[in-house]
T-cell receptor, first 116, second 109 residues
Framework: TAGITQAPTSQILAAGRSMTLRCTQD?????MYWYRQDLGLGLRLIHY???????GKGEVPDGYSVSRANTDDFPLTLASAVPSQTSVYFC???????????????FGPGTRLTVL | QKEVEQDPGPLSVPEGAIVSLNCTYS??????FMWYRQYSRKGPELLMY????GNKEDGRFTAQVDKSSKYISLFIRDSQPSDSATYLC?????????FGAGTRLTVKP
């Protein structure tokens, strides 16, 4: 089982350009998440989706947008990148309402983005 | 004040040592408490989770939760070089999860 895949692995992007980070999961989890990880700040939630067709804002949503057209895919778009968006981006998924009740999140391998 | 506080380290121990990693938190609504391990340039992977207060043991790892003190711990016995990683605590109410900044651990042979 692949779990969660993310693409690209890394990217260098010029400021002002747009980019979409891809995330696909094969666990049929209903919830998906995007985080950014910065040194000293830990993981911060950007956007989330509890089910296909719905999305919500996390702690740091500005400058990012998401869509959830189906269960498996949850792309993150930067419409006009800025240097402060240089970070490592992680996609995660969880099974909301799982029997054990933990809603434990499982993470992808990450995308390293540098905005110059 | 951050919702979750975690000493970033770095922490360096000799092989075979007992390691203690800790987090404190401020939101008493948190119900689930997790520890993730993250190797360099990899995504976090779930190590252990506990519900409410108490202890949970899994091999060399023991997780403790003290909700009255808003304090959680992860103990690693007989630490190995392969345990060298960053350890993230996390806690949640349903899928609203908050993470600590992570503690970087190095176990030296």
């Amino acid at each position: 089982t692949a779990g969660i895949t993310q693409a690209p692995t890394s990217q260098i992007l010029a400021a002002g350009r747009s980019m979409t980070l891809r995330c696909t999961q094969d666990m049929r989890h209903n919830a998906m998440y995007w985080y950014r990880q910065d040194l000293g700040l830990g993981l911060r939630l950007i956007h989330y989706s509890n089910t296909a067709g719905t999305t919500g804002k996390g702690e740091v949503p500005d400058g990012y947008s998401v869509s959830r057209a189906n269960t498996d895919d949850f792309p993150l778009t930067l419409a006009s990148a800025v240097p402060s968006q240089t970070s490592v981006y992680f996609c995660a998924s969880s099974d909301l309402g799982s029997p054990e009740g933990t809603d434990t999140q499982y993470f992808g391998p990450g995308t390293r983005l540098t905005v110059l | 004040q951050k919702e979750v506080e975690q000493d970033p380290g770095p922490l360096s121990v000799p092989e075979g040592a007992i390691v203690s990693l800790n987090c404190t938190y401020s939101n008493s609504a948190f119900q689930y408490f997790m520890w993730y391990r993250q190797y360099s340039r990899k995504g976090p992977e779930l190590l252990m989770y506990t519900y409410s207060s108490g202890n949970k043991e899994d091999g060399r790892f023991t997780a403790q939760v003290d909700k009255s003190s808003k304090y959680i711990s992860l103990f690693i016995r007989d630490s190995q070089p392969s345990d060298s990683a960053t350890y993230l605590c996390a806690m949640s109410v349903r899928n609203d999860m908050r993470f600590g900044a992570g503690t970087r651990l190095t176990v030296k042979p």
